[in-house]
């Protein structure tokens, strides 16, 4: 079984400080972690995933395999990430595509 | 934005009534993707589809059937609707199951049963 979990239903932080919105997983394969954002409004979209190791309007995730876990960490938070965040985890091989609860982030002007 | 969309876009149904929900896409991906949005809850998958009359349950796919006859449209069916079954309903598509493949949903259905 394939499992997320995101701890922060909610989760606010003054604008300029450093942003971490966790998430653990549980998958006894290989799997392939990515973070989906949700912006008012607007449809849920790939932010980035762990394979491509890119750096998406500032957000990077390392995958720690030790610790199952697939942070995603911005330096600086912008109003703009004010949004849904939900972390995502598909198996190697298996095509089921498994989203956590998902953190609500705030940014405070 | 890919092209996904989902019909209707908002309904209200009583308890006990069929419905039936519509995924079209025009991308000619192959796997599709019915997912629910619940408060607390997050994404969770209702049932996918890796091809043509090929499915396969969710974590919740009790109370949903799904049907796929072609490779543009796939039907989610609530076969008697329960007020449980209120929710914001999200269709996924993929192009395959290569690693670190995107998925591209469309903007949701809210489905409210009284």
């Known amino acids: 079984a394939q499992r997320v979990t995101q701890p922060e239903k909610l989760l606010s932080v003054f604008k300029g400080a450093p942003v971490e919105l966790k998430c653990n997983y549980s998958?006894?394969?290989?799997?392939?972690l990515f973070w989906y954002v949700q912006y008012s409004r607007q449809r849920l979209q790939l932010l980035l995933r762990h394979i491509s190791r890119e750096s998406i309007k500032g957000f990077t995730a390392d995958l720690n395999k030790g610790e199952t876990s697939f942070h995603l960490k911005k330096p600086f938070a912008q109003e703009e990430d004010s949004a849904m965040y939900y972390c995502?985890?598909?198996?190697?091989?298996?095509?089921?595509?498994?989203f956590g609860t998902g953190t609500r982030l705030t940014i405070i002007p | 934005d890919a092209g996904i969309t989902q019909s209707p876009r908002h309904k209200v149904t009583e308890t006990g009534t069929p419905v039936t929900l519509r995924c079209h896409q025009t991308?000619?991906?192959?796997?599709m993707y019915w997912y629910r949005q619940d408060p607390g809850h997050g994404l969770r998958l209702i049932h996918y589809s890796y091809g043509v009359k090929d499915t396969d349950k969710g974590e919740v796919s009790d109370g949903y059937s799904v049907s796929r006859s072609k490779t543009e449209d796939f039907l989610l069916t609530l076969e008697s609707a329960t007020s449980s079954q209120t929710s914001v309903y999200f269709c996924?598509?993929?192009?395959?199951?290569?690693?670190?493949?995107?998925?591209?949903f469309g903007q949701g259905t809210r489905l409210t049963v009284v």
């Open positions: 991308e000619n991906h192959r796997y």
């Open positions: 995502a985890l598909s198996g190697s091989g298996n095509e089921k595509l498994t």
């Open positions: 996924a598509i993929s192009e395959s199951g290569r690693l670190g493949t995107e998925a591209f």
């Open positions: 998958y006894s394969g290989s799997p392939e």
